[in-house]
């Protein structure tokens, strides 16, 4: 399904996959040679499902008739909505050679980090059963459960490693190599839901009776690392490049061709795994840039999107 649609009103054609994931990023920063301070936002949410789930969702949020067969119920869902501020710290070396810790001291504002598992089976012009949740948040989106309003902190650490010579460089980004939030009193839903009758016959049933225990708690929300490589070659008139990125047990390649000697710096790129062209300009000094990436010439019908800028001021 495309960004457009999950982002409104679920309307669009429907693919199969297991996966969907934002992870967005600001930083204003102050820099001089050896160190950094900056404000950060971010927000990141990922969703693990499977297909028969996703079918299900699609066809309630359609009002679409029920699925043919027992439909196996799985979805896991992490969600952080913070900001904070970030230390960082260069040794740079005349062999080429840089590490660059950071620690970023974070606020957390928002989070979801849960789990659906059942089995529901169609019936009677219906489909009833039961999922097991294991559910924590700061904003209810099942089961509408009303509570005070958790606080927390959070702390990260980030490594960069690269070296550079006059034709070749790499780099090696670790986020969140450490991150967690420490939430207090954060509310929690256990237990079963199980599905009741709406007296509508041949559509999708999710209006849940639920099992269980609610409350709140001290708790730990842990982070995915995220890593990303770089490999850079200078020729004459143009530059190869190799991206790879992972996260969440799975790895994006995208090489690419950037051109130095033309107006712009142009960069056209390719990651294979989800189909997505990218474009990029850039100046001579990276004191700005800026890229889109996209699987269709379509913005509103991509499925897999990438924007990213920056800009620079030398004091």
């Avoid at 693990?48 to 027992?70: Q, S, V």
């Avoid at 989106?141 to 005070?148: I, K, Q, S, T």
């Avoid at 009776?209 to 995220?226: H, W």
């Amino acid at each position: 399904m495309s960004v457009d649609s999950i982002l409104h009103d679920w309307n669009g054609r429907l693919y199969s996959g297991e996966l969907a994931w934002s992870r967005n990023r600001f930083e204003l920063s102050y820099r001089d040679q050896v160190w950094s301070l900056a404000y950060v936002q971010r927000y990141d949410y990922q969703l693990h499902f499977n297909d028969a789930t996703a079918d299900l969702y699609y066809r309630e949020e359609n009002d679409l008739p029920l699925p043919g067969g027992a439909v196996r119920v799985k979805l896991d869902v992490w969600h952080l909505y913070a900001d904070g501020v970030k230390f960082a710290y260069r040794w740079a070396w005349e062999n080429g050679l840089l590490i660059e810790p950071a620690v970023t001291l974070l606020r957390p504002l928002d989070f979801q980090d849960g789990s659906l598992r059942g089995e529901l089976q169609p019936g009677s012009g219906l489909l009833s059963g039961t999922a097991d949740l294991n559910y924590r948040y700061t904003e209810d989106r099942l089961l509408e459960h009303r509570f005070e309003q958790p606080s927390g902190t959070g702390a990260t650490l980030d490594l960069t490693l690269s070296w550079k010579s006059e034709v070749r460089e790499l780099k090696l980004q670790l986020q969140d190599l450490y991150g967690r939030v420490d939430w207090k009193d954060a509310p929690y839903t256990l237990g079963s839901i199980n599905t009741v009758d709406r007296g509508k016959p041949a559509k999708v049933e999710l209006e849940p009776a639920f099992s269980g225990v609610r409350g709140e708690e001290n708790y730990r929300q842990k982070m995915p690392v995220y890593a990303r490589a770089f490999f850079t070659e200078t020729r004459e008139w143009f530059c190869w490049l190799v991206d790879v990125d992972y996260l969440f047990g799975e790895f994006w390649l995208r090489p690419g061709l950037r051109w130095d000697g033309l107006p712009g710096n142009p960069y056209v790129g390719y990651e294979a795994r989800d189909g997505q062209w990218l474009l990029g300009l850039s100046d001579d000094s990276s004191a700005w840039f800026l890229q889109l990436g996209s699987d269709r010439s379509n913005l509103h019908k991509a499925r897999s999107l990438t924007v990213a800028a920056g800009f620079q001021v030398f004091l």
